[in-house]
Structure formats: C-alpha cells, structure tokens
C-alpha cells in the first residue's frame, strides 16, 4: 500500500529528477503521451503544459495513488506496468522512480520500445542508491535476528542496471540513448528526515510485513542508525546524497 501524504513529503525533493530527465526529450509535437506509474499525478503536468494537443495517459497499480490522482484531475486508471501495451500513437512515455519495483523491467522495456512507433521517446529515470548508507543501515537491520524471519528477501540490491548497461540494451533495440546518472545533494530538515524519507518509498515492503506494534519497533532501532550516517547539521539541515540513473531513449 502507498501513502500519497507520505510520498509526497519531500515533493520538491522528488520531483526535480522528472523535469530534469524531460528536459532531454526532444519530441516536439506529440499524439499521446503517458505517465506510467503516474503515482499522485503531481508529475503529469509536465506531460499535459509541454503537449497541450496530446492525448493524456496516465497509469498506477496503486488504488490509493489512483484516487490522489484523480483528486487533481489526471485521469489515471489503474493498472500494473507489467500489463501496459502503447498504443500506435504513443509519442512520448515518461516513467518515473517505477521500474526498481519491477525485477523483470529490462524484458519489458525491451516490449515496449520494439511496440512504439519511429520517433517516439521513451524517458525513465530509478534510484541508483542501493549502496548508499541508507541502504546499508537497512539491509544490516533485517539481518538480525530479530527481523530475518519476518521480512526476508523484501529488499534487493540489484534491481537496476548501471546508465551504461541500460544504454546497451536500448541502443540493440534501434534506439538513439542518452544515459547519464546524477548524484543529488538533497537539504532535508525535521525530526528523523532521512527515515522518514525511506519510509514513504523502500521501506514499503517492510512495512508490508510487519504489524503496527513491530512497525513502530522497527522504524526506532532504524532512526539512530541512520541519524549517526546522515547528521544533522547546526543549523538543523541534514545532507542527503542520493544517486538516480537516466534514460532517454529514441526509437528510430
């Protein structure tokens, strides 16, 4: 299950990877555009303000980002991307911080890219964090004990591929591919801000597993670990390096 709320906490945080991946798309009119994996929808006004004449799609597994959605107004179905198929017109797909969930995304991106049309872009951008201290604080915690049994195997390391390793996939499907990968140094404030972060997105599949009562155990044995990596300034402001990896991908 998704919290919009909770996603959407470090909005301005989450969002800058998806106006700086489009801006390297460059479909200049486009039929259909489709935000797959639209999430809250809070993202599928770049798609709407850049091709106001385009047909709108917008896709999410999750009934309840579904529903936040369409409380803006996108007209998001719901749907798993494993299921989705472009249709003929399909110019333009962005797919943001979606495909790390999905293990078997290389096999679909390569569906997808030998179903779009010539010119069209396909543009996705994942965490590429997965070592990061964060990470390791996690994976450290669920080997104990205390957690082994209950949620094992609910985190992977190697969900995604490096900016080279999509590059050569894309580019053996006939596809002009710009990868690259960036390393955010995002400002974050409060109380806990870097597991409050990690709670709204990998930590969902702990989440999952546990009960209210071994949640809430869970998230304080986690808090110091994390505090003690990712420390908290003077002036209350806690660094957080994050790396992401790019695609822009355009079938010729």
């Known amino acids: 299950m998704w919290d919009p709320q909770k996603y959407l906490t470090f909005s ?10 489009l801006a390297r798309v460059g479909a200049v009119e486009a039929r259909r555009v489709v935000d797959l994996g639209c999430g809250a929808g809070n993202l599928t006004s ?9 047909t709108v799609e917008a896709t999410d597994v999750s009934p309840e980002m579904v529903a936040a959605a369409r ?6 179905r719901r749907e798993d991307v494993r299921d989705w198929k472009p249709s003929s017109d399909t110019d333009v797909v962005l797919c943001n911080a979606v495909l790390q969930w999905v293990p078997e995304h290389v096999e679909l991106l390569q569906r997808w ?21 964060s990470y390791v604080a996690i994976r450290e915690l669920l080997a104990e004990p205390r957690w082994r049994d209950r949620v094992d195997g609910v985190l992977r390391s190697d969900s995604v591929l490096s900016p080279i390793g999509y590059a050569d996939v894309l580019t053996d499907l006939g596809a002009d591919v710009d990868a690259w990968e960036t390393t955010y140094i995002h400002a974050l404030r409060g109380a806990d801000p870097v597991l409050e972060w990690v709670t709204g997105t990998a930590l969902r599949p702990v989440r999952a597993a546990l009960d209210d009562v071994e949640w809430e155990e869970f998230r304080a044995a986690l808090a110091p ?18 790396r992401r990896i790019f695609v822009a991908a355009n079938r010729r």
């Open 46 to 54: 770049l798609l709407t303000d850049r091709w106001p004449e385009a």
């Open 225 to 242: 670990r994390l505090a003690a990596a990712y420390p908290q300034r003077a002036d209350g402001t806690t660094w957080f390096p994050f």
């Open 12 to 21: 301005d945080q989450r969002d800058r990877p998806a106006h700086d991946l």
């Open 71 to 76: 409380a803006r107004g996108v007209p998001a």
């Open 113 to 133: 890219l030998t179903s779009l049309p010539a010119g069209a872009w396909f543009a996705f951008q994942v965490p590429g964090n997965f070592e990061s201290p």
